[in-house]
C-alpha cells in the first residue's frame, strides 16, 4: 500500500461511491480551513494504482514557522478524522509520513465496520462514543434503544406543551446562534464564527447541517445541530437557554432529530464523544439513548527533533 496526496475531486468521488461521513468531506474542510487559516489536503492510500482509502489532513504551524502539525479530525470542533477504506484493512501510525518537523495527531471516526480499518500497533490512547443503528425499525428503537427514563422525559416534554422546530430560514439560523452563543460562553468555550454555519446551512451540497429547536410558550429554550451526509449523521452541538428549567426537552430534541436521521436514510446516528469520568451527566444522557459503544482512536506522532526543537523554539 502507498500513502500519498489525492486531489479533492478524486476524493469527494472516492466518498460518492463508498460509505462516508460528513466530516471528510471537502465541503466541510474547505469551509473549516478558510476561516481557522489551515492548509487543507488529503491523503490517498493506494494499491495498484486504486485509491483505497482517504484520511483528511488540516496542517499548521507553530507560533516560530519551523514546525508542521497535521491533525485529522479534533481540530477547532471537527468531530472526527481518521481513514476511511473501500475495503477491509489494518493500518499503523508508522505507516503515515514522517518528517523531523511533524508532529501528527489523528482522531479517528469510530470503529465501526463500513469504514473498513483497523488500527493496529498504537498504544491503548482511546476515546469512545455511542451510535444508534437507524436501520432498525424506529419502533424498536424507541422500545430497545431508548432507557425508560428518556422515553418518560419525551413523553413530559409533549405534556409541558414544549414543541420543536427546525430551522429553515436565515432568521431561524440567528436564533439558534444566539443560544449556541450563550452557551459556549457559560460553559468557556471557544465560540465558531457565525459564518462557518451561514456557510454550512446554505452552500454544501455532500453534507448537511440540521438544526432542531425546542420552544416553551414560543421562546427557544434548546437546541442541538447536527452534521450529515448520505450514510453518517454526528451529533455536533447541543445548546440550553440560561437558568431553563428540565422538562425533558433535551430528550424530546434527540427523540425528533433520530426520527430526522433515520427518515434521511442515514445508517447511523453518532452521538459523539463521551467521557465518563470527566463528563459523566453527559455520559449518562447519551447513555440514555443508545449503549452500543464503540472506540475512536487517538494518536499522536511526535518525533524527537521536533519535541526538542519545539522546547527550543518556546512554541
Known amino acids: 500500500?502507498?500513502?500519498?496526496?489525492?486531489?479533492?475531486?478524486?476524493?469527494?468521488?472516492?466518498?460518492?461511491?463508498?460509505?462516508?461521513?460528513?466530516?471528510?468531506?471537502?465541503?466541510?474542510?474547505?469551509?473549516?480551513?478558510?476561516?481557522?487559516?489551515?492548509?487543507?489536503?488529503?491523503?490517498?492510500?493506494?494499491?495498484?494504482?486504486?485509491?483505497?482509502?482517504?484520511?483528511?489532513?488540516?496542517?499548521?504551524?507553530?507560533?516560530?514557522?519551523?514546525?508542521?502539525?497535521?491533525?485529522?479530525?479534533?481540530?477547532?470542533?471537527?468531530?472526527?478524522?481518521?481513514?476511511?477504506?473501500?475495503?477491509?484493512?489494518?493500518?499503523?501510525?508508522?505507516?503515515?509520513?514522517?518528517?523531523?518537523?511533524?508532529?501528527?495527531?489523528?482522531?479517528?471516526?469510530?470503529?465501526?465496520?463500513?469504514?473498513?480499518?483497523?488500527?493496529?500497533?498504537?498504544?491503548?490512547?482511546?476515546?469512545?462514543?455511542?451510535?444508534?443503528?437507524?436501520?432498525?425499525e424506529i419502533d424498536n428503537i424507541w422500545k430497545n434503544s431508548l432507557h425508560s427514563k428518556r422515553r418518560n422525559m419525551v413523553r413530559k416534554a409533549s405534556k409541558s406543551d414544549i414543541i420543536t422546530r427546525e430551522a429553515k430560514t436565515n432568521d431561524d439560523l440567528n436564533e439558534f446562534y444566539k443560544i449556541y452563543k450563550e452557551t459556549s460562553q457559560r460553559n468557556g468555550l471557544n465560540i465558531m464564527p457565525y459564518e462557518i454555519f451561514l456557510e454550512l446551512f446554505n452552500a454544501t451540497p455532500n453534507i448537511k447541517l440540521t438544526i432542531l429547536m425546542a420552544f416553551k410558550q414560543n421562546i427557544q429554550i434548546a437546541n442541538v445541530a447536527v452534521i450529515s451526509d448520505k450514510n453518517y449523521s454526528l451529533y455536533w452541538l447541543g445548546n440550553s437557554g440560561e437558568n431553563v428549567k428540565n422538562e425533558g426537552q433535551g430528550e424530546l430534541l434527540q427523540w425528533q432529530i433520530i426520527n430526522l436521521m433515520k427518515q434521511s436514510g442515514c445508517k447511523y446516528y453518532d452521538l459523539c464523544h463521551i467521557s465518563p469520568k470527566k463528563l459523566p451527566n453527559i455520559y449518562l444522557f447519551k447513555k440514555g439513548f443508545s449503549d452500543k459503544e464503540y472506540p475512536v482512536r487517538i494518536f499522536i506522532k511526535k518525533p524527537f527533533y521536533y519535541k526538542a526543537l519545539r522546547k527550543i523554539t518556546n512554541d
Open 1 to 136: 500500500m502507498i500513502i500519498q496526496k489525492v486531489d479533492h475531486e478524486r476524493a469527494d468521488n472516492f466518498l460518492v461511491n463508498n460509505f462516508s461521513s460528513p466530516t471528510h468531506w471537502s465541503d466541510w474542510n474547505l469551509i473549516v480551513s478558510r476561516y481557522y487559516h489551515t492548509n487543507f489536503f488529503y491523503l490517498g492510500a493506494f494499491e495498484n494504482n486504486e485509491l483505497i482509502g482517504i484520511y483528511p489532513v488540516h496542517e499548521t504551524k507553530t507560533k516560530s514557522g519551523y514546525l508542521n502539525n497535521w491533525y485529522s479530525g479534533q481540530y477547532k470542533n471537527i468531530p472526527n478524522g481518521g481513514w476511511i477504506f473501500c475495503k477491509k484493512n489494518k493500518i499503523g501510525l508508522d505507516q503515515l509520513p514522517s518528517r523531523w518537523k511533524l508532529m501528527h495527531r489523528t482522531f479517528t471516526l469510530p470503529e465501526i465496520p463500513d469504514f473498513n480499518v483497523e488500527y493496529v500497533n498504537h498504544k491503548n490512547n482511546s476515546g469512545a462514543t455511542l451510535i444508534i443503528d437507524l436501520t432498525e
